[in-house]
């Protein structure tokens, strides 16, 4: 059994494998019109989503399976006190792959040492968004035509987006991209990723305060909403909310084969007399996203593998101390460290101990 909990779990080759498959299905959807024939997906959100799990259960759907779940955490039995591991291991006896979102970081991790079927990580807490990436990057292979000697724009909250951790991990693995990372001073990426995914690789990067300084060399701009459900400080949000907002204006000098991506949910930072111009891809995200999540179902259904020692993971006695880690609120999630870059980390959250 294998599962999807960090988009650095697939290889360059597995990402082409999914994205051939992907472009297969958008042209010839009738030939997997019948592949999820009795089965089942669960899609467990016990956080808000439109496009993640709508898109999940579109997916499944048209490709004949059936889908149940529930997309809050009120009426489930979670509402009662009810483990995330003991509704997982309830979930996985009736379906076949679950896709789930949590506001804790680690939690989909901490899904998948207790699930008897796969598990995909639709998103935990600030941490990584793994699917969102898979259709990024089919995004980018559509517009640009390649996903390698990119230079890309990352603007918003990058301390806590985890759409944009799980891009950066996964176009860091593509030759000659160099990444311009746009943010306010108190949103920036954290110093350990920064250390983690670039400074240890050698990648390329550079920090800048304002979209138009460097809007001439983007190939891609991606826009990111400001997380305000990530926030301890409310006085901070409301202080950060408005730190972007994309126009036409400030796009007027860009090359004309740029293209801007947003995961979306948008709120103020893309201006809407951005989206019928050349440059806007965020709605063509949305349909690759379940293109890309068809197929990813498709592959986890066949794929037999030992997730548990693809991940190394150890016992330990140290306690993360990360408060948003799954490890810290939830009940019978066992301490666990791994080794990244050489650094013991928390296996849940990646955080340093
Ligand atoms: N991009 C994304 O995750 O959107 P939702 O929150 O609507 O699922």
């Not at 979930?91 to 207790?114: C, K, P, Q, T």
């Not at 390698?148 to 891009?167: F, M, P, W």
């Amino acid at each position: 059994m294998r599962h999807l909990i960090d988009i650095t779990e697939l290889t360059i080759n597995e990402l082409e494998k999914l994205m051939e498959t992907a472009i297969d299905i958008d042209e010839h959807g009738e030939k997997y019109a019948h592949a999820m024939e009795g089965k089942i997906l669960a899609t467990l959100f016990f956080e808000p989503s439109t496009r993640t799990r709508l898109s999940f259960e579109a997916a499944f759907i048209k490709m004949g399976g059936n889908v149940i779940g529930f997309d809050n955490t009120i009426s489930s039995s979670t509402a009662k006190g009810e483990s995330l591991i003991d509704t997982i291991k309830t979930v996985s006896i009736y379906a076949d792959i679950i896709a789930m979102r949590h506001f804790l970081e680690g939690a989909a991790f901490a899904a998948a040492l207790n699930s008897s079927c796969p598990i995909i990580n639709a998103g935990d807490g600030g941490h990584c968004h793994p699917t969102q990436t898979l259709a990024d990057i089919l995004t980018i292979k559509r517009e640009t035509g390649r996903l390698d000697n990119l230079t890309i724009g990352v603007c918003g909250d990058l301390k806590y987006g985890r759409a944009v951790h799980s891009l950066i991990n996964a176009l860091s693995r593509y030759k000659n991209n160099k990444f311009i990372l746009i943010s306010p001073p108190e949103l920036t990426l954290t110093d350990n990723y920064v250390k983690q995914v670039f400074d240890d690789n050698g990648i390329c990067y550079e920090r800048c305060n304002s979209i138009e300084e460097k809007v001439n060399s983007f190939d891609i701009l991606y826009m990111t909403r400001i997380q305000r459900e990530r926030f301890d400080d409310a006085a901070m949000y409301e202080r950060l909310k408005n730190s972007f907002e994309l126009n036409v204006d400030m796009i007027k000098n860009a090359k004309p084969t740029m293209r801007i991506l947003h995961p979306l949910p948008r709120v103020t930072e893309i201006n809407t007399n951005v989206d019928n111009g050349p440059h806007a891809a965020y709605f063509k995200q949305v349909k690759n996203g379940m293109l890309m999540r068809m197929a990813l179902i498709l592959d986890l259904l066949k794929q037999k593998d030992n997730y548990y020692e693809n991940f190394n993971i150890l016992d330990t006695e140290k306690k993360c101390q990360n408060n948003k880690c799954v490890v810290n609120s939830e009940r019978n999630v066992n301490n666990y460290q791994k080794k990244i870059e050489g650094q013991n980390v928390c296996a849940y959250c990646e955080k340093e101990f």
